[in-house]
């Protein structure tokens, strides 16, 4: 089978080195894919945005089988032009892709069927949400409507923040169209948990959990970012607490969207907040996070390949979708700036011995050498038996990476080990 794969990140990098180990893929295509990338996959320089030049490519090069990652593509329609033109794919269409590309439909979805989730205010005007604001509990959360890069969510601590929050995003245009509309909603506590989860529309089988790290400092301190790295399972996300949210939100969720006529095939990100009332929703994602997909696709046993077709052809439930006992932790290494300015162009150097799966999201290939060429440069992920293990191999290893203003955090982990003490 020739395979393509949408996107040029880690989350990319984790995705296609699963699917190489089914033994029917013979060729696996990434567009535009990174320079790390290319040591697993033949990079094709057309960008992730870009659905004619995906379809043109799929047609000349007879692709079997198409995995749509990020969500911008999946939003802007990539997999119905896909689909419409011939080539299977993992991902959902627009309709479905629907559920993170709007924050208001997917709190109205919410509401409409019952499923748990933060209490909201819908603005479209930016006086109204002023007002609005200068009233609520602190703090309060502040999210723009549509993508915006993960970064498209404040939480304001006190009323100038607040007041802040909607002048940048509906006044200043910080998201451009993103913030025609905001989402005004209640501020949530307790553990968060990241859930991914295969459906085909019908059946829904989550994967192994996992705890993101956000804040770019160690102490979780910092500016918000894509992710600084990740543990799983979740500690916190007992047996108990899964039977919870499969009757309460998973469930409940994919039957919500097939109800709607928008039935969701492909991987839905469920972002949860254990909350003293129970589990729930803090966001939907409409594909794999990144970075929870690297520690989570390695925990996998059973084939991706085969799981994703399912999910597309329907037959979930007959498919075998499985994940070892075992924990994963991986630390991102960033450079130093991230998220804001930084430096590129750095050279990317490995020390002999390191058994780690190093995933690469931005770097590139230049005279035969790796450079850094974004703010993640890349994910050092490691499996072990124990959590302590996990940890302590992923930093072991991350010592045996080397670039220029290379920065990570010190303290992955650690939050989840303070939760297996109790």
Do not use: W
Request: glycine residues 10%; contains cysteine; proline residues 5%.
């Amino acid at each position: 089978m020739k395979l393509m794969v949408i996107g040029s990140g880690g989350r990319e990098h984790a995705v296609i080195r699963k699917l190489k180990e089914n033994p029917a893929v013979e060729a696996i295509y990434a567009l535009p894919g990174n320079g790390g990338i290319a040591a697993d996959a033949v990079c094709v320089d057309i960008g992730a945005k870009d659905i004619d030049g995906a379809v043109r490519f799929a047609k000349e090069h007879a692709i079997d089988f198409a995995v749509v990652t990020p969500d911008d593509p999946l939003v802007l329609g990539m997999v119905d032009a896909l689909e419409a033109a011939g080539v299977p794919c993992f991902g959902p269409d627009r309709k479905a892709a629907m559920i993170e590309g709007s924050k208001v439909f997917s709190k109205d979805l919410m509401k409409k069927y019952g499923i748990p989730t933060a209490s909201y205010e819908v603005f479209t005007d930016a006086a109204a949400a002023l007002e609005y604001v200068k009233t609520v509990p602190l703090p309060t959360v502040v999210k723009a409507d549509g993508l915006a890069l993960g970064k498209g969510v404040l939480i304001a601590q006190t009323r100038e923040e607040a007041v802040d929050a909607v002048k940048s995003i509906m006044e200043d245009r910080k998201f451009g169209a993103s913030g025609d509309q905001i989402v005004v909603e209640e501020f949530l506590t307790g553990p968060e948990v990241s859930v991914l989860a295969f459906t085909d529309g019908k059946t829904v089988k989550p994967m192994v959990s996992s705890m993101d790290h956000k804040r770019a400092h160690d102490d979780d301190k910092g500016l918000n970012t894509g992710g600084m790295g990740t543990v799983a399972p979740n500690p916190y996300y007992t047996k108990d607490v899964a039977d919870v949210c499969m009757q309460t939100i998973f469930k409940p969720t994919i039957a919500a969207m097939a109800a709607e006529g928008r039935p969701f095939k492909g991987c839905l990100y469920f972002g949860l907040m254990l909350t003293p009332d129970g589990p729930k929703v803090i966001e939907y994602n409409c594909r794999f996070g990144d970075p929870e997909t690297q520690v989570v696709l390695p925990l996998m046993e059973s084939d991706l390949l085969t799981a994703m077709m399912a999910c597309r052809n329907g037959t979930l439930a007959q498919t075998d979708v499985r994940f070892s006992g075992k924990h994963a932790c991986c630390v991102i290494m960033a450079s130093d700036g991230y998220p804001e300015s930084y430096e590129k162009g750095y050279e990317i150097t490995c020390d002999e011995g390191i058994k780690a799966q190093v995933y690469v999201a931005g770097a590139k290939l230049e005279d035969g050498k790796l450079l850094t060429n974004g703010g993640r440069v890349l994910g050092v992920t490691a499996v072990a038996d124990d959590l302590p293990a996990a940890i302590r191999a992923a930093y072991a290893d991350v010592e045996k990476v080397h670039f220029g203003n290379a920065y990570y955090r010190h303290d992955i982990g650690q939050r989840a080990l303070k939760a297996l003490e109790k």
